[in-house]
């Protein structure tokens, strides 16, 4: 299958399913990871393109260490709006290149508008971009995707209604989220965050959920055209 994980910044994939992300490459599977803002905002000490240049590097990198393709769609933090028509077809164009079979992004009620409005604008985007005429520079795409909502930062609202062990990959997952050395930095300064051991504790937490070490925990959009009959998860 093909798989498309979209999240709003850099970092965020690898906290909230960067282990189920490992499990789809080691099972064989093509996996593209994109992250919509550039993580431009985010810190102290550098401007506004030095620091999204870092965090470019930085997805990469964790991108590699998961075995992914690392894209991202180039917008800036705190902007990110599903009702905008060019940030659409951005989305749709991303969808139409990396042909989904399956899309994991953010829930509805994640925490900040960025999260909330980078999944409404990818699980939107992977509707439209079956339409013959609405015409972008991408041919349509002919499948519309499957789409698994995340978990949550913390999990704070979040019920998961299926789970993904990631114990065997637990080091895969955190040593991906390491790569965001500048992120780190910024979760530490500005909101007292040790994300590495966040992480740890939110994937221990749902892996005694289900009856392992560690797991990751989504929940299916059950929107008409989205449902399968079989598991799509590893």
Not at 118 to 140: H, I, N, R
Not at 170 to 188: F, G, M, N, P, Y
Request: aromatic share 6%; charged share 25%; proline share 5%.
């Amino acid at each position: 299958m093909r798989i498309l994980a979209v999240a709003a910044h850099p970092d965020d994939l690898e906290i909230l399913c960067g282990g189920t992300l490992a499990r789809f490459v080691a099972e064989g599977h093509e996996v593209t990871m994109c992250h919509v803002s550039r993580g431009d905002r985010g810190s102290f000490i550098h401007t506004m393109d030095e620091i999204a240049a870092i965090r470019d590097g930085e997805a990469a990198a964790a991108a590699r260490v998961i075995g992914a393709q690392h894209v991202s769609l180039g917008l800036s933090d705190g902007e990110v709006n599903s009702s905008d028509p060019k940030q659409k077809d951005l989305a749709i164009d991303l969808i139409r290149r990396t042909r989904p079979d399956v899309v994991i992004t953010h829930h509805p009620s994640d925490y900040m508008p960025d999260h909330v409005e980078a999944g409404k604008l990818v699980e939107d985007a992977s509707f439209v971009a079956t339409l013959p005429l609405y015409q972008t520079a991408e041919p349509v795409h002919t499948t519309v995707a499957a789409v698994y909502y995340m978990d949550t930062l913390a999990g704070l609202g979040f019920s998961p209604t299926e789970y993904v062990d990631t114990s065997s990959v637990i080091d895969t997952k955190l040593a991906a989220l390491a790569k965001h050395v500048s992120q780190v930095e910024w979760l530490r300064d500005h909101d007292g965050v040790d994300v590495l051991e966040q992480t740890r504790t939110v994937s221990a937490f749902r892996g005694f959920q289900a009856g392992t070490a560690y797991a990751e925990g989504f929940i299916p959009s059950l929107k008409w055209l989205r449902p399968r009959t079989k598991r799509l998860l590893p």
